[in-house]
């Protein structure tokens, strides 16, 4: 019997684009953005539902979808039980407390007694009894940066990613509560089958994952100084070393991390190395 993983994207939102480029990626091609609620992949064992992401725990949960796309936030408050199988990395932001520009800020203690607006009432409530806070909760589900305005809060608890949804309702960030980015998340009972796909779909997340996180690197060494630049540059294995048709000198081919790139690069050319050349990866399979 052929089985088929069915996954759960936001419709749109903050983490549609990544979600569908992570897929195109990941060589697996589907359509979307046409009002469609579903579409079956032309190249790989899947059919993607487009819904609302507070949703997708839930769907996750009663068997609807087998995998889905959310951001930690929205699984942390969401009381279905599902499990996250990987961090993606992007859609990164932050569940934050703010309150209007005019105000002090002292500190947390400043909410006590005071009403909070937040679409997060258990991640908050679970951080204001944390700091010894007693403060009212109001649950609303959408635009809560206007309850300060309208007068029905004096603090408000909710995502912030460029800022500027706060900044264009006269709020301030205050406290940082959550650092969320988007996961993948998975029904906790897979049959043999969907887990033998989910499998298959990790490794490809996983080679595109760490194809951005590195660089392929070409160089030209002069000999006495390769030992010192191939110590500083570990590749996957080792680097390639190649001699040049210019006697002395020889070409190293290798892999750097994005994350020790300008540290590395410098220590590379002080030891001698000219003509760098630093070019993107497309995908990485250890
Ligand atoms: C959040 C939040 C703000 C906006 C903040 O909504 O509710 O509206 O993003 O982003 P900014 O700091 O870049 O202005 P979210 O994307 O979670 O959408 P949803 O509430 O509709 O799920
Ligand atoms: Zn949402």
Redesign the pocket.
Known sequence: MSSILRIALQKS??LSEDSYQLFKECGIRFDYGTGKLKSVSSNFPAEFLFLR??DIPGYVEDGVADLGIV?ENVAVESTHQVETVHRLGFSKCRLSLAIPRGTDWNGIQDLDGKSIAT?YPRILGDYLTYHNVSAEIHQIS?S??IAPGIGLAEAIC?????????LSNGLKEVEVIFRSEAILIARTTLDAEKQRLLDKLLFRIKAVQAAKNNKYIVLNAPNEALEQITSLLPGMKSPSVMPLATAGWSSVHSVINENDFWENIEAIRSAGAEGILVIPIEKMIY
């Open positions: 939102g903050r992401d507070d951001g679409s959408g809560v940066e909710d995502i912030v990613s460029s800022g500027s949804t706060l």
